[in-house]
């Protein structure tokens, strides 16, 4: 399922092809994909040249000036240039076509994913409740501690509610708890000042990485181009069930929690916090011939949080 990165790739990948466009032609072929008719979205969104490209959690945001045009997709939503051969065979749900003759295909296998149209005036009200945007400057480890503070639910919960931390679903939200130590059961109001800071910085680092590697293609995610991205290359935890830990060799082990697949490091993601000093900073030397494929990795050094990427988008929102 695409989360920020994979939405983030989406974006800088469509932004140079459709800056200065101008939609000519707008077809929805499945209805249900909008709770806006085909004449309305036509309305709205056909004779308006491309402005700029947003991101507001998981959502794509294609901005037209004075209206915006919003995407969500979901579970398998893919916006195409070129069908594959894949894709040749089954029906897009909208396509949008631009006076450079080109047209971006929607394919959504799963039906979940939505299109929207909105006035650019009514963004905060269409993203009132989406919660933070981990990857822009307000994001603090004080912002962080402040949603933390009472939880009872566990990370993983917290993590992946969009209301809480905008854009953050099942994989990173693992690969974040992985990276900042922490397990995915614990409740959030739990977690010190210190923990609060390496989760603040797993997120953020987690969350780059994805977008350095262009996204995780785990199950159908590719670019508008088709291209595929690397991050599954490079998971600690999500899915690797039964493997060796990178760092300790330990298995992998999978909960679900919240009914969400969940995977983590026994050894190195303790229960309780007060373990975390028998954790060592380094994977110990023998770690190293337990790991059985890939080259053996350490703690990635988790810095604190860089400049935030310039992201256009509405203020406030919800998934
Ligand atoms: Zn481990």
Redesign the pocket.
Known sequence: MPELPEVETIRRRLHPDLVGRTVRDLRVLDRTVSRQDEAELRGMLVGRAVVGTARRGKWLIIDLGDVLMVVHLRMTGRLIWLPNEEERGRRPRFTVGLDDGRTLHFFDVRRFGGLWALPTAAAGEFFAGLGAEPLEDGFTVAHLRELLAGRRAPLKSFLTDQRRLAGVGNIYADEALFRARLHPLRPGGSVGPREAGRLHAAVIQTLRLGIEHEGSSIESFVDPAGSRGHFQEILNVYQRTGEP??????P?RRIVVGGRSTHF?????PRRGMKLRHVPDEPPASADRRISAGSPRRWPAIAPAATAEHVRGGQEASD
């Open positions: 830990c990178r760092v300790c060799g330990a992998i490091c026994p050894r190195c993601q």
